[in-house]
């Protein structure tokens, strides 16, 4: 009778296979359809998912931030140490033979880094380069042979997509958490949001689509969202836009983030007719230096009809700093073109 | 015979997987019935985007043509009926909406475009026709992350209808990741419709981040308080001189123990005994859905309440009377920290409305809807007495209440702590 029993789980497995179509309106061959494409999404992607441990001289609890000490909220309580980085691994994808991406927070420090991969084995890693726009680092691991790199996706990042985020723990094994992509032009436009629930373990891991290429990199920009939580908001980095970097990073490029072109007019935020209205022109600025003045209605920048304010932000931040445009405002009954030079925005120069 | 069994029953499963081929499919083919959910539900997400507005710190939706926006109380209600707020639509456009009416209780405030439209706009659903396990959407800007007005788009599940939860005595629950600054967004099914308005979410030690556990406001309490919200204040119904208590049996509906005479419920012809089992045509399991589902509309309305007497069953109208809006929190004051936010219920005592998190009163276990009937001992007539006795004292000092909680008195005892700044 013993080979009953393989052939009786056989019938309950193709039983459950089969569950009623009135638990979802899905028809029977549907059903699960999108929960099969993701299994195999991820052990697709699977073999380029490394675990990164960095040998930190200090694990011990650091003094909040004052954006941690907003976290606590006026009523609460956090446990001593809660957002210190925990004394675990994170992890990374392998984006190119030899090349780990992951988030910066991940291998943050001087310590020394070693990557685990799927077979366990453990490899001396060497950090790189790193974008701080985006917020990725790059680790490169001499045994080029032994990690595979992961295929990019195709299609564009857009609100809505679904996503898997795959990290991998110090034992080896393969986490996964699902989400779709929650917000795009997040963070000065470097990161976008999605909703695959984040912890210290998966951050720097890979987040990708459900065919299980590769859409972006697990980044921690905020603590506002802590990963400690899983607030159902993290953030990703497109891989599309990091790639034309990677080889500068693999030769140890730090990129920072390029400042980001100033008019350096406020809005009127009373004005909702047509175009944007000056409410104050800062100082030094761009906008200063030519003679635009509050009152000013600004309705064409760069050749584009500006409808409101977000446009014009926009546009603004389309162009490099430097680069020289004509602005045309409205005063009164006459139009005035203006040519400015933009310049750096304030905060970004102080950066340098 | 073993034979025989085994040939059937390798027929059998033979049988079974062989029929695999007819009805799963290949990985390629769930690849593409999977691109297509996704791009089905992306469509959605793009359309209701559209109707998304970001409002103070918080979130709101557009509800109708001409620009009527819904958002929490807490949200956008710390201004006066007949003010302005600038609110963001997608990509960074500002406009400026008028408050029209707010519900503090309800947490639903009402505004209204200055421009007349037409907007995009969600529909209104039927909150209570949605199932536990459906899909939903939810639009807000949580953590203020957005700087152009789009939403942060998040999916997941309806966990549960029709928690109480204090003001939200109707609650709809969500694992949908709902965060700070999610709040006033809508919740929206599959088809696009407004099942009802995130506010609150669960949360432990003041982390302020999603658990799992959000509370969404449903769209039909809304609606019933669309005509007030257009004129102003609301005022939440009430059902004067009513004492319920659990049914022996439990979850049998809300036994009547105490009509109060010349009162509304008296009026409404309640008698003691009676078994509330309906009420707004939904079924009563206990005294707390009765006062949920009241909770559901203003002051003035008229619901049928279907009682069980004697064996027969008989339909009442009670016609819903105005509630005490002086809720209270414990705010600055000498003496021990409770955390609590608390109202005056009719019949004496002081009825915990929320529970702050991480608070001496949660580590204690006092929960929503718990009413304070004694504090060590002496009785507590109503929520300014509770408060005068706090004031007295001191904190580390342990306290006895003596809460009434589904009809049946218990003790706890709470060790009152520093209020936090």
């Known amino acids: 009778m013993r080979p009953l029993t393989p052939l009786l789980l056989t019938l309950a497995l193709a039983g459950s296979a089969f569950a009623g179509p009135d638990l979802l309106e899905d028809s029977q061959t549907t059903l699960g359809a999108m929960d099969r494409a993701l299994a195999a999404a991820a052990e697709k992607a699977a073999p380029s998912i490394v675990s990164i441990h960095v040998k930190r001289a200090n694990y011990g609890p650091k003094d909040l931030s004052p954006a941690e000490k907003a976290m606590r909220g006026i009523r609460g309580y956090v446990p001593p140490g809660y957002f210190a980085r925990p004394d675990g691994p994170g992890s990374g994808v392998v984006i190119a033979p030899g090349l780990v991406a992951t988030a910066m927070w991940t291998i943050a420090g001087q310590d020394s880094v070693e990557v685990t991969g799927p077979d366990g084995k453990r490899y001396e890693a060497e950090r790189v380069g790193r974008h701080e726009g985006y917020r990725v680092a790059l680790l490169k691991v001499h045994d080029k042979g032994a990690l595979t790199p992961l295929a990019q996706a195709k299609a564009s990042v857009r609100t809505g997509r679904t996503l898997l985020l795959l990290g991998r723990s110090g034992q080896g094994n393969l986490t996964v958490t699902r989400g779709i992509v929650s917000g795009l032009k997040r963070e000065r436009s470097m990161a976008f949001t999605h909703s695959c629930r984040t912890s210290f373990g998966n951050v720097g891991g890979a987040l990708i689509d459900l065919e299980g290429n590769l859409v972006g990199v697990s980044v921690r920009h905020n603590e506002k969202a802590s990963q400690g939580q899983a607030s159902g908001v993290g953030f990703g980095a497109r891989v599309k836009a990091l790639m034309p970097d990677l080889g500068d990073l693999a030769q140890g490029k730090v990129i920072e983030a390029p400042p980001r072109a100033f008019l350096g007019i406020g809005l009127d935020q009373r004005h909702t007719g047509e175009g944007v209205r000056v409410g104050r022109v800062i100082e030094g600025t761009a906008a200063q230096k030519v003679g635009i003045t509050p009152g000013d209605v600004i309705t064409v920048f760069n050749s584009v009809k500006i409808e409101h304010f977000a446009q014009l932000v926009e546009e603004i931040l389309k162009l490099g700093v430097g680069a020289e445009i004509v602005v045309t405002v409205r005063r009164g009954q006459e139009e005035l073109d203006y040519t400015v030079k933009l310049g750096a925005r304030p905060e970004d120069e102080k950066k340098k | 015979?073993?034979?025989?069994?085994?040939?059937?029953?390798?027929?059998?499963?033979?049988?079974?997987?062989?029929?695999?081929?007819?009805?799963?499919?290949?990985?390629?083919?769930?690849?593409?019935?999977?691109?297509?959910?996704?791009?089905?539900?992306?469509?959605?997400?793009?359309?209701?985007?559209?109707?998304?507005?970001?409002?103070?710190?918080?979130?709101?939706?557009?509800?109708?043509?001409?620009?009527?926006?819904?958002?929490?109380?807490?949200?956008?209600?710390?201004?006066?009926?007949?003010?302005?707020?600038?609110?963001?639509?997608?990509?960074?456009?500002?406009?400026?909406?008028?408050?029209?009416?707010?519900?503090?209780?309800?947490?639903?405030?009402?505004?209204?475009?200055?421009?007349?439209?037409?907007?995009?706009?969600?529909?209104?659903?039927?909150?209570?026709?949605?199932?536990?396990?459906?899909?939903?959407?939810?639009?807000?800007?949580?953590?203020?992350?957005?700087?152009?007005?789009?939403?942060?788009?998040?999916?997941?599940?309806?966990?549960?209808?029709?928690?109480?939860?204090?003001?939200?005595?109707?609650?709809?629950?969500?694992?949908?990741?709902?965060?700070?600054?999610?709040?006033?967004?809508?919740?929206?099914?599959?088809?696009?419709?407004?099942?009802?308005?995130?506010?609150?979410?669960?949360?432990?030690?003041?982390?302020?981040?999603?658990?799992?556990?959000?509370?969404?406001?449903?769209?039909?309490?809304?609606?019933?308080?669309?005509?007030?919200?257009?004129?102003?204040?609301?005022?939440?119904?009430?059902?004067?001189?009513?004492?319920?208590?659990?049914?022996?049996?439990?979850?049998?509906?809300?036994?009547?123990?105490?009509?109060?005479?010349?009162?509304?419920?008296?009026?409404?012809?309640?008698?003691?005994?009676?078994?509330?089992?309906?009420?707004?045509?939904?079924?009563?399991?206990?005294?707390?859905?009765?006062?949920?589902?009241?909770?559901?509309?203003?002051?003035?309305?008229?619901?049928?309440?279907?009682?069980?007497?004697?064996?027969?069953?008989?339909?009442?109208?009670?016609?819903?009377?105005?509630?005490?809006?002086?809720?209270?929190?414990?705010?600055?004051?000498?003496?021990?920290?409770?955390?609590?936010?608390?109202?005056?219920?009719?019949?004496?005592?002081?009825?915990?409305?929320?529970?702050?998190?991480?608070?001496?009163?949660?580590?204690?276990?006092?929960?929503t809807g718990d009413v304070i009937r004694q504090f060590n001992g002496t009785n507590v007539k109503n929520v300014q007495h509770l408060i005068s006795l706090l004031t007295k004292s001191r904190i580390g000092e342990t306290i006895k209440l003596s809460v009434l909680r589904n009809g049946t008195l218990e003790t706890v005892r709470v060790k009152l702590g520093n209020k936090p700044k």
């Open chain 2, 1 to 367: 015979m073993k034979h025989t069994i085994r040939t059937s029953l390798l027929t059998l499963t033979l049988g079974a997987l062989l029929a695999v081929p007819a009805g799963a499919q290949s990985l390629s083919d769930d690849i593409k019935t999977a691109r297509a959910q996704e791009a089905a539900r992306i469509a959605v997400i793009d359309k209701v985007s559209k109707t998304f507005v970001a409002i103070g710190g918080g979130s709101g939706v557009i509800v109708s043509s001409d620009g009527l926006i819904l958002t929490n109380h807490h949200v956008a209600g710390s201004r006066p009926v007949g003010s302005t707020w600038i609110v963001t639509r997608p990509g960074g456009i500002f406009e400026r909406a008028k408050i029209l009416g707010t519900d503090p209780r309800g947490d639903i405030t009402l505004l209204k475009m200055e421009k007349s439209g037409p907007y995009p706009f969600v529909e209104f659903g039927d909150s209570d026709a949605i199932e536990v396990g459906q899909a939903v959407i939810a639009l807000g800007n949580p953590f203020g992350f957005s700087k152009d007005g789009t939403p942060n788009v998040t999916v997941g599940l309806i966990s549960a209808t029709h928690r109480f939860q204090g003001g939200y005595s109707d609650a709809i629950q969500t694992d949908t990741a709902i965060n700070p600054g999610n709040s006033g967004g809508p919740l929206i099914d599959f088809q696009g419709r407004l099942l009802g308005i995130n506010g609150r979410i669960a949360v432990r030690f003041g982390t302020r981040a999603n658990t799992g556990i959000g509370y969404a406001i449903p769209t039909n309490q809304i609606k019933a308080f669309m005509p007030q919200l257009k004129e102003g204040q609301v005022g939440h119904g009430v059902v004067r001189g009513l004492s319920m208590e659990d049914t022996r049996a439990g979850g049998k509906g809300a036994r009547v123990s105490r009509v109060r005479s010349g009162s509304g419920a008296a009026a409404a012809g309640f008698k003691t005994g009676d078994v509330i089992i309906h009420a707004g045509g939904r079924p009563v399991h206990n005294p707390r859905r009765f006062e949920g589902i009241v909770g559901t509309y203003p002051a003035g309305d008229t619901i049928e309440v279907l009682v069980q007497r004697g064996g027969r069953e008989i339909t009442l109208e009670a016609t819903l009377e105005a509630r005490d809006r002086s809720a209270a929190a414990s705010k600055s004051r000498k003496g021990g920290y409770l955390g609590v936010r608390l109202s005056s219920p009719e019949d004496g005592g002081a009825e915990v409305e929320e529970v702050v998190a991480g608070s001496p009163a949660a580590q204690a276990g006092l929960q």
